[in-house]
């Protein structure tokens, strides 16, 4: 059998003599690769040699029994930053949302009050409905605003208990949303009214690191006004797997049952936690260069004039376009010369950025796109 050391030994070796082009990449993915420049998401972002050297050698153990020492490290400070009590650690943000939503209902009948525009309402497969047997209320900004505001939220709570009517038990909120901060005057006043009403919040905060890292507000300032919060290792922070839901030992403790229960009990997985303690030490700091990235391409595509306004101002690491022409002719133009981006009869575009795109894809992305233009 071969032994973890030689096969290390193997690796390095194969990384040394590997092909990869450096240039083209800010943060190497292992694999031998033709240069692709992956614009869809910032999920599409491969390990890199460091990270996965730093997974094999994790230290690990059965983490149903708690056991896992990389999991609990890395459990402990995500906890620590958010400033609760406790944390768990899931494969997917997907899971950590629909487990925090899970553990915060109790009696039925009861409604899920959240963004029109929210992950867990449009991309989660109606989980809150079928793990909880609750409604989701899916609620505009006001005319005018980008965001969500504690008045308009108001207007859609029910607290009576008309026998006609699902009581809300939960606000959730998102940040960022499209790539937008939600401000933090309308985060504290959303929370305040609900927690007046004794409701619960949670974050989708799958993305709350570029809030972070763009604000300057910090984590804890952010997970203050929320019962729990989910954060994600698999977007703009690079690793492979992994969210982490946060909230008070009681809840986390309950939280971990559900994990349990959806199959999410998972075993050594300290290799993954790994992945995440790598990414918060070295692709965090990272996260900054994205928002540049994205601002610059943002800016150069509307300096050439070429047709393309932007739908939603550039606040983080991802661009709303709308396009001259629709998203699939560009899309294929672009996929001749190795830049990737989801294509569509329409002609909104949305691209992101994440550490494995570098200035010189962006630049590639605009000369590709000028010379399409002025042909
Ligand atoms: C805001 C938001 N929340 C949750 C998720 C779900 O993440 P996962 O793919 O880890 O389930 C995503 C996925 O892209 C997301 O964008």
């Known amino acids: 059998m071969l032994r973890l050391t030689s096969f290390i ?24 690769v033709k240069a692709v420049h992956d614009f869809r998401s910032d999920t599409v972002t491969k390990p890199t040699a460091e990270m996965l050297n730093v997974m094999m050698t994790a230290d690990v153990g059965d983490d149903v029994f708690d056991e896992d020492p990389t999991i609990n490290a890395l459990q402990d400070r995500i906890a620590d930053m958010a400033g609760h009590e406790a944390a768990l650690f899931c494969p997917t943000a997907t899971m950590t949302n629909q487990i925090a939503v899970r553990t915060h209902l109790t009696a039925p ?38 965001h969500l505001t504690a008045s308009v939220i108001e207007k859609h709570l029910v607290l009576d208990d008309d026998v006609h009517h699902a009581p809300t038990r939960v606000v959730c909120l998102e940040n960022t949303l499209h790539g937008m901060i939600v401000p933090l005057e309308n985060i504290k006043e959303i929370t305040a009214l609900a927690h007046k009403h004794d409701l619960k919040t949670h974050l989708d905060g799958a993305r709350i690191w570029n809030a972070c890292v763009a604000t300057g507000i910090s984590l804890k300032e952010y ?48 290799i993954l936690a790994a992945a995440g303690l790598y990414a918060l030490d070295h692709h965090l700091p990272l996260l900054t260069t994205d928002h ?81 233009f002025e042909k």
Request: proline fraction near 5%.
């Open 9 to 32: 030994h193997i690796f390095r070796r194969s990384m040394s003599s590997s092909t990869v082009n450096a240039g083209l990449y800010r943060n190497a993915p292992v694999q031998n």
């Open 109 to 146: 009948p009861y409604t899920v009050l959240c963004d029109h525009r929210a992950h867990i309402f449009n991309y989660e497969a109606a989980g809150i409905s079928f793990h909880c047997g609750a409604g989701l209320v899916p609620v505009q900004p006001a005319p005018g605003q980008t």
């Open 223 to 270: 997970c203050s006004h929320f019962d729990s919060i989910s954060m994600c290792f698999s977007k703009g922070l690079g690793a492979p797997v992994g969210s982490v839901l946060v909230g008070s030992k009681p809840f986390i403790k309950k939280a971990k049952h559900f994990r349990k229960m959806y199959g999410g009990g998972w075993r050594q997985a300290g």
């Open 292 to 372: 540049q990235n994205a601002q610059y391409l943002a800016q150069t595509l509307l300096d050439l004039n070429l047709g393309f306004s932007l739908l939603h101002p550039v606040e983080t690491n991802m661009v709303w376009l709308n396009a001259p022409v629709p998203a699939d002719i560009l899309a294929e133009v672009l996929a001749k010369e190795g830049i990737r981006v989801f294509g569509g009869s329409g002609t909104e575009m949305r691209l992101v950025f994440h550490h494995q795109i570098t200035r010189e894809a962006v630049d590639k992305f605009v000369r590709v796109l000028k010379q399409f």
